[in-house]
């Protein structure tokens, strides 16, 4: 079982943007579990948030950019991928600016300072989702792809492919994030010189440099051009080779542009909301596809979710008590006794199952015609599941009674009928004191939640 994690103290960036040019301070705040990744526009009335979340991506031409309402936030694809990498499960993002800071380019900045802090681990277990069918994702009219397979772990790989000598078929990958912090967030964003001048003509890189981006050189300019790159990053010279970089930099590595590409995608990734088990391989991979497949895997997720949470029993195993055992515990008897076996018992969660059919006697008028298990003996059948769990933790449980005090949030998603079999899953929601005990309790049939409540009731002794 993995737990979620927030940051055990506030930790801030300042830098500017590199599209916007915006001087922009970046708080990052310890947050409760289960409160996600949010950022915050303490620069706005009314200090808006938006969650990082594939559903409000609303740009991806240069960079990734969330919004909802008037909370807008680009470039957010670095902190994301060292959030998505660290392990940070819930944290607010306070920005006085719409453009999280650029730094060298990379994600190292935000790597080292959050583990300077360190996580906080938290009591609520982090949502793993264990890809369970090959998944291949493409968009009309574009070569990029992303095949996601099924795998006990996380791995990625990215290839991308460029016209220029510097970089042409190149591919990275990741097999743990420990290697993240020394493999892929010290790699920088990078883009071509013809891509740069084009950004520059229509003023579109107003906080870029040789400092935060690393530039290919894939044609020369004219001495026009030459100019307006001095002027636009403030530059007493420039150097201009073809075939080198810009000012003749150094690659920190090799296949450095398929490592940041790499980058990138685990940012994007990271809006899918999810911790995701599987095998990934990426084929040019780019922000537009990348958060589109994000939002593809939070409603494939969607669709499944109700899979992740069904009980894993095997109901040809030999159950923990049977029924024989069960009358021993519980009071109730024929018409009553609403529960077969239990297959799963600890100190905190029960598993029990009850094998449904025509010859119950409720269903003789619960309808003629149209066989139905009444949801107040679904209802009570969970009861008697948490019971054992609830007696399980005296001596001499065939001395005490167990009573009803409270129903809450009962919801029926779908019928049970003859034929069924019915898996009740309950879980303490909190320790047992002076025999109150409150759980969360749900029945499964098929896979599929049927049944959900909150139950509380009381032992109290003969």
Not at 32 to 52: L, Q, T
Not at 87 to 104: A, F, K, T, W
Not at 121 to 129: G, L, S
Not at 414 to 431: H, M, N, Q, S, Y
Request: glycine share 6%.
């Amino acid at each position: 079982m993995e737990f979620q994690h927030t940051i055990k103290n506030e930790v801030t960036f300042e830098g500017i943007g590199v599209h916007t040019a915006q001087q922009v301070k970046m708080r990052l705040l310890p947050a409760n579990e289960k409160f996600g990744i949010r950022f915050k526009r303490i620069d706005i009335e009314g200090e808006p948030e938006v969650k990082a979340l594939a559903d409000f991506v609303t740009d991806t031409q240069r960079s990734t950019t969330i919004e909802k309402g008037k909370a807008k936030v680009q470039t957010i694809e670095h902190i994301m991928a060292a959030l998505y990498a660290l392990g940070v499960d819930n944290v607010l993002i306070e920005m006085n600016g719409g453009e999280v800071p650029i730094y060298d380019g990379s994600a190292i900045e935000f790597v080292r300072e959050i583990k300077k802090i360190g996580l906080q681990k938290q009591t609520a277990e982090r949502e793993i989702f264990n890809l369970d069918n090959n998944i291949s994702f493409s968009l009309e009219n574009s070569s990029s792809e992303v095949i996601a397979l099924p795998f006990n772990g996380f791995k990625a790989s990215v290839n991308i492919k460029y016209p220029v000598q510097l970089i042409n078929n190149q591919m990275a990958k990741i097999s743990d994030f420990d290697e993240f912090e020394k493999e892929v967030a010290p790699a920088r964003t990078f883009c071509l010189l013809s891509e740069l001048m084009m950004l520059v003509k229509h003023n579109l890189v107003k906080g870029g440099n040789t400092q935060n981006a690393i530039v290919f050189v894939d044609e020369l300019i004219n001495e026009n051009e030459v100019n307006q790159l001095k002027n636009q990053f403030n530059l007493s010279d420039v150097e201009i080779e073809k075939n080198k970089l810009l000012n003749n930099e150094l690659l920190k590595f090799s296949n450095e542009p398929a490592r940041h590409k790499l980058l990138d995608f685990l940012g994007d990734l990271a809006l899918c909301g999810y911790k995701i088990n599987a095998r990934f391989f990426v084929d040019m991979p780019g922000h537009t596809i990348n958060t589109a497949f994000a939002k593809h895997i939070r409603s494939y997720i969607s669709q499944k979710k109700h899979l992740l949470q069904v009980p894993i029993i095997d109901l040809n195993s030999e159950p923990i008590f049977d029924i024989h055992q069960i009358e021993k515990m519980l009071p109730h008897r024929y018409p009553f006794l609403l529960v077969d076996k239990i297959m799963k018992l600890t100190d905190k969660e029960v598993v029990g199952v009850k094998n449904v059919t025509f010859n119950e006697e409720f269903f003789q008028g619960h309808f003629p015609g149209n066989a139905i298990m009444p949801g107040v003996l679904q209802i009570e059948a969970m009861a008697q599941t948490g019971g054992i769990l609830a007696l399980s933790t005296v001596e001499d449980p065939h001395n005490y009674w167990t009573f009803f005090l409270k129903i809450d949030q009962a919801k029926f998603k779908k019928p049970v009928r003859p034929g069924d079999t019915a898996i009740f899953e309950l879980k303490l929601l909190k320790p047992i004191r002076r025999g109150i005990v409150e759980m969360k309790a749900r029945t499964f049939v098929k896979n599929q939640l049927t049944t959900e409540a909150i139950l509380t009731a009381q032992i109290v002794k003969k």
